[in-house]
């Protein structure tokens, strides 16, 4: 069950990023990613999307997800 969750959040997150288009939409699916790798791997829920949505706002930022 653990892969599952993990596979699908990863999966969901790859194909929602090309149609984020600002820091707030990509904050709340890295936050919702976080959130679902950390339950899926039995850590803190909420530390999980605090740095998912952190990563999420952050990385065009880093030049990581860029909108052309």
Excluded: K, Q
């Amino acid at each position: 069950m653990r892969i599952l969750a993990i596979s699908l959040g990863l999966v969901s997150t790859f194909v929602l990023s090309g149609c984020l288009e600002n820091d707030g939409e990509r904050a709340l699916a890295g936050a919702a990613a976080g959130a679902l790798i950390a339950d899926a791997t039995e850590n803190n829920v909420v530390a999980g999307a605090a740095i998912g949505g952190a990563a999420g706002a952050l990385c065009d930022d880093a030049g990581v997800c860029r909108n052309y």
